[in-house]
């Protein structure tokens, strides 16, 4: 997991989402707990793991993502120790690998958001379970407890988790009678005592953070698979797989795993019918059992495929499941489907010029800050001077939100800028017109006056995001 991530770390500039931790990592302390106050609370922790490190090693792409990757390393390891101890070490190695094959799995181990680490928690706390379970001591249900907290506070909706875990409890105390797995119970009270600030200020922001979410449908069901692997002919390959695995187990962990794999989606699908939550990336933790199933399948001994040795028909199902998955690999590695800012700001560094102005259109928030994080890594003369923030009158962290206050005064602070970069999303993405200054552009105010005054000199796109270039219609144009 590592090598297959790493190799690709910083390939991929910081994309929308990711504009958001950089703007709640790089802010003083009184200001992110400000922030979450208003939005994000349920992410703070995550952040604050960001804001110690940016503090200690600087704000580069490798800083802010790493702890994404190693999570994901980690989480992949559980994995594989997880499988080790339900079939067999050719299953653990197998599982192992599984994770790193699948695009989604790669994606957020190169992601500056918390999915990694509530991956690499889930897994932990599921692989304590089945130790406790199987030898019920204090300490071990301690550790559990601590990894089903840390399970909570890098992503709430990963706790679904839990209730694969109770129902699982529940039918091994049915089975063996054992009065010390109720050592569980106040060790998990005691995890669920601590989020219970991080639960309250989430319910308050739900609506204001996923009210994008839209309401499953049987549709959501039956694309789930492909949805969570990104790629869907992967995704209904590894269900198979996970289905076979049946044939390959003892039944007692068959059902322990199937539990771990279908019980937290209904959790989440049930809430979500209520309270929408649910973002096919929230589901990656599931590949942790989803991938000890298909590597108990593929490595079952009980396969007897004529003339195929065992070996071989590891090497040939692996290899098939790695070809499904290369052309959503090659697509992680190349675009999140966001703004190319870096290769923005790469741009306008060579075409600016003394007095040039950043424009940021309303949709274009997040671009803000992964857009002034590469201008600031370039090397900037008084001949070339990097372009202000035209209208900014407050910073995000000032203003306790994710966005800036802007000037109310956009004529009097665009008064002198003959040259403006207006910054957005490209067009036809989040509704964004082709033509920047186009009417339907100009409901808001400061597009209305900056059409009125400018006329577009030239336009560059960078995947899903725009620079264009402005030039003050009443201008001297260069001899």
Known sequence: MLGVAGVS??????????GATLSAATRSLGELFTLAQHKDAVITPYYLVLFVLTRVFGESDVVLRLPSLLAMAVGAGVTAELARRVAGQAAGITAGVVCAIVPSVVLLATTARPYGLAFCFASLSSLLLFIAVRNPGWWRWAAYGLAVALTGVFHLVTLSILAAHVVILVLAFVKDRDRRLFRSVPMVGVALLGLLPLVWLGRGQHQSQLHWVATPTWETLVTLPGDIAASPALGYLLMGLAVAAYAALPARRYVELVLLLVVPVAVILTVSLIAPVWVPRYGVFLFSPLAVLAAATITSEHVRAVAVPRLARIVVLVAALAFLALPAQFD??????????????EAIHEQARPGDVLVYTDYAWTMRPTLTHYLGELEWTEERPQPRDALMKLTAGQNGTLEVLEVNDVEGWLSKAERIWLIGPAGGVYGAPVDPLAPEAQKIWKIKYIAGKYRVEDSFTFSTGRAALLVRKDAVQPA
């Not at 991929?12 to 989402?17: K, S």
């Not at 992680?332 to 700001?345: G, L, N, Y």
């Open 332 to 345: 992680v590695r190349e675009t999140h489907k966001a703004p190319d800012t870096r290769a923005m700001a």
């Open 9 to 18: 770390l910083t390939s991929v500039p910081l994309d929308w989402d990711e």
